[in-house]
């Protein structure tokens, strides 16, 4: 049998076949230990998969890969542990200690369910495991109270001379939002300053703790909200809205063009409203168009996380307050966000991987 090393455990894995599996995240460190006793193999993995990925399936293929890559193996043990990848970054390690990544969702126009899309992957990374905030950037609309079902104001309390925000939280994710600090009735007329002071505020003076992911819900545009955002703490990444027709397509390309001149990396593309299925006949209808979001993905070079139907749920949710993949966690649209949500978090994890210089993306010696 050939011997059994970091490199050549790492090597049999890569040829598993696996949709939860990505290739490009096995890395020399994802194989913390192994131990070997007579034919008896242990072997601890922290894989940068979501905790419901690993599956009793992706467990045998595995044990079953090693088996065949070391024949006189008679057993294997798998210790499976997840992770979620860190955004590596000084300066917003000093003004956010506790967030692993900062995640920016925006569009280049009002309309196309941007606030519900990312309230939604909010509830579903959350659904998954993950420690989650929410940061309600538009300052002029702000949405998520409603759409999270939070009525309360948040509590204050000093720490070093200053007055600290504790979030609000619900569905998993602490949420903050200028709409939980003015009466419902009353509109935000803050010139473009005030409003990215408040915005500002929101990242240094909220009590975070610690995060996997900070989702910044962005108002519609490439206005100051969104130049104050990367210019003041570093993203992660982007995910970009649209729906499929060619008003909206227009705008999504200026915000995405927008993201990668201050160097801010499109994690994605999202298209909403993707299409109608009708209840009582099962008859698919492409309301606003077919195909945007994916045409737009692979015009800009940028992956396609999917599109979301037009369903009176995913409203109705997001009006009483519960979104859908919290109150509906059986059904296909949930489905289809929790799939968007993974695909998120896969390309956050394959971006860290990449930009970091401390860890070897192709296979290296053993330690």
């Known amino acids: 049998m050939p011997d059994i090393s970091k490199s050549g455990i790492l090597f049999a894995i890569k040829k598993v076949d696996d949709p939860n599996l990505n290739k490009d995240l096995l890395i020399l460190n994802s194989i913390k230990n192994f131990d070997l006793k007579g034919n008896n193999l242990t072997v601890e993995l922290s894989l940068s998969i979501p905790q419901p990925a690993v599956t009793d399936d992706l467990k045998n293929k595995i044990s079953e890969t090693l088996k065949k890559e ?72 702000p949405s998520i109270p409603l759409m999270l079902g939070i009525k309360e104001r948040p509590k204050v309390y000093q720490k070093n001379d200053k007055m600290v925000l504790v979030p609000l939280e619900n569905y998993g994710v602490k949420v903050i939002s200028i709409g939980f600090l003015v009466d419902d009735n009353a509109p935000v007329i803050w010139r473009g300053p005030m409003a990215s002071g408040a915005l500002k505020q929101f990242m240094s003076d909220v009590d975070w703790g610690d995060l996997d992911y900070l989702v910044y819900d962005m108002p519609p545009g490439t206005g100051d909200i969104q130049l104050t955002l990367v210019q003041t703490v570093p993203l992660t990444g982007a995910v970009i809205v649209t729906t499929p027709q060619e008003i909206s397509l227009i705008d999504a390309r200026k915000a995405l063009k927008m993201f990668t001149k201050v160097n801010v990396p499109v994690l994605g593309v999202v298209e909403n409203m993707s299409y109608f299925i009708a209840p009582d ?46 109150d509906i966690p059986d059904s296909e649209n949930t489905e289809i966000i929790m799939d968007i949500s993974r695909k998120l978090a896969e390309q956050v994890s394959i971006r860290n991987l990449s930009a970091s210089s401390k860890v070897e993306i192709l296979l290296g010696d053993d330690e």
């Open 70 to 141: 070391f024949p006189n193996l008679k057993e294997v043990k798998l210790n499976i542990q997840t992770k979620v990848t860190a955004h590596q970054d000084k300066r917003k390690e000093a003004l956010l200690p506790g967030v692993k990544n900062t995640i920016a969702v925006a569009s280049g126009k009002g309309g196309v369910g941007k606030s519900t899309v990312a309230a939604n992957l909010a509830v579903a990374l959350a659904r998954d495991g993950a420690n989650v905030g929410l940061i309600d950037a538009d300052i002029y609309g």
């Open 281 to 326: 006949t099962g008859k698919k209808y492409d309301i606003f168009g077919t195909g945007g979001g994916l045409k737009i993905s692979e015009e800009l070079n940028v992956p396609f996380f999917g599109g979301i139907p037009i369903d009176p749920r995913i409203r109705i949710g997001g009006d009483n307050g519960v979104p859908i993949v919290f």
